[in-house]
Nanobody
Framework: QAQLDEFGGGSVQPGGSLRLSCGASTDTYHFHSMGWYRQAPGKPRDFVASVTFYNRTTYGGSVKGRFTISRGSVKNTVELQMKNLRPEDTAVYYC????????????WGQGTQVTVSS
């Protein structure tokens, strides 16, 4: 098992920036990919962004050009730089790790709240 811990959530005004970080409690695994999902109240959990071991990045349509995902300098860590935040970005953000890239072995963080409001 692996535990994912998220850091960096909070409140910001529209147009502001936040940086989220996530790290795994173990270095036994070498994840195929890590990324972020988000869930707003009353809505399903949506894909935000992911990055593979080979640094291939993928973004959800609504965050392209505003969010940047990158692997951290420490093994099994990932960061999400969010710029030009909008009220509709308000959600709980969940860190996600896929061990083999096939969705069969996945891990989730507990979530961190991001609120964008004036």
């Amino acid at each position: 098992q692996a535990q994912l811990d998220e850091f960096g959530g909070g409140s910001v005004q529209p147009g502001g920036s936040l940086r989220l970080s996530c790290g795994a409690s173990t270095d036994t695994y070498h994840f195929h990919s890590m990324g972020w999902y988000r869930q707003a109240p009353g809505k399903p959990r949506d894909f935000v962004a992911s990055v593979t071991f080979y640094n291939r990045t993928t973004y959800g349509g609504s965050v392209k050009g505003r969010f940047t995902i990158s692997r951290g300098s420490v093994k099994n860590t990932v960061e999400l730089q969010m710029k030009n935040l909008r009220p509709e970005d308000t959600a709980v953000y969940y860190c996600h790790a896929d061990l083999r890239g096939d969705g069969e072995v996945e891990f989730w963080g507990q979530g961190t709240q991001v609120t964008v409001s004036s």
